[in-house]
Structures are given as structure tokens and as C-alpha cells.
């Protein structure tokens, strides 16, 4: 069972998650400190960039998208360090990277699907492995537990 703070967190992610102008993956996270929130992100285009799906590529929507974990660190303007984030689905490797860079201490995640598994598997492995060397904490939160 989960604690209050860890569902009302994630929820609030997904929240922020739903901001996200993209049609097929809304991602949101949320960093805390002490059950206080010291910042929020979701993946989009930056400020300013023209974010219309009509004129880009699945490819060039990649190259120009900012990651939930990335405008969440960026936003935050302070120090991270021993933070929590809070995401809607885990981190890829240059995510990972930026969280380890940071000094955030624990990342919150759901339980994966099968599905996303089988399309992201290996870089979640190599986002896994980073972590651990790092020795940034990896809470899979039961799917049975965030209804």
C-alpha cells in the first residue's frame, strides 16, 4: 500500500501530464522535496517553438521535444539535490542522466505495462542501470494502488 503523499504526487503528475499538446504521449513529473513540491514538467515543444503536429515528423517531433523530467528540472531554478521526482512513466537514459546530474535521490514511477515494456524495454534497462550505479533509489508504485 502507498502512502497518501506518493498517490496525491502521482496524481498530480498525471495532471500535469495532460497539459502536453502531443497526441500520443502525454508525460508529466512532478519534483518534491519533504512532501512540498518544488517543481512540475511535461513533454512539449520549448517556448516559442511552433508546436503544430500537422508540420512535423515523428522524427522531428523527437529532436525538438523537451521530456517532462527535463522542463521539470529546468523550471525548478535551485538546487535538486536529494529531491524526489514523481513521473508518469520512467525515465529514458538522458533523462536518467539529467536526474542523476541534478542530485534528485529517488525516482517514483508506475509499474510499466506490457505494452510500453515491449516498445521501450531496453532503454528503461539502461535508465535502471544508470540509477543503481548512481545509487538514485527506483519506486515501482503497484498500478493496483493509483486508482
Known amino acids: 500500500m502507498i502512502s ?3 498517490k496525491r504526487f502521482y496524481q498530480m503528475a498525471e495532471l500535469v501530464g495532460s497539459w502536453s499538446k502531443d497526441p500520443s504521449t502525454q508525460v508529466g513529473a512532478v519534483i518534491t522535496k519533504h512532501n512540498r513540491i518544488v517543481s512540475v514538467g511535461f ?3 520549448p517556448h516559442g517553438v511552433s508546436d503544430s503536429a500537422d508540420t512535423d515528423d515523428r522524427e522531428m517531433k523527437y529532436l525538438k521535444t523537451l521530456h517532462a523530467e527535463e522542463n521539470a528540472i529546468l523550471f525548478a531554478k535551485r538546487d535538486l539535490d536529494s529531491c524526489e521526482v514523481w513521473v508518469t512513466h520512467f525515465p529514458c537514459p538522458n533523462c536518467a542522466a539529467k536526474i542523476i546530474q541534478t542530485g534528485i535521490s529517488a525516482v517514483h514511477c508506475p509499474e510499466q505495462s ?3 515494456l515491449s516498445r ?3 532503454k528503461i534497462k ?3 542501470d544508470m540509477f543503481e550505479q548512481a545509487g538514485v ?3 515501482w508504485l503497484p498500478l493496483a494502488d493509483l486508482d
Do not use: H, P
Open 114 to 116: 506490457e505494452d510500453f
Open 137 to 139: 533509489e527506483v519506486d
Open 43 to 45: 513533454n512539449g515543444y
Open 120 to 122: 521501450w524495454g531496453d
Open 4 to 6: 497518501k503523499w506518493a
Open 126 to 128: 539502461i535508465s535502471q
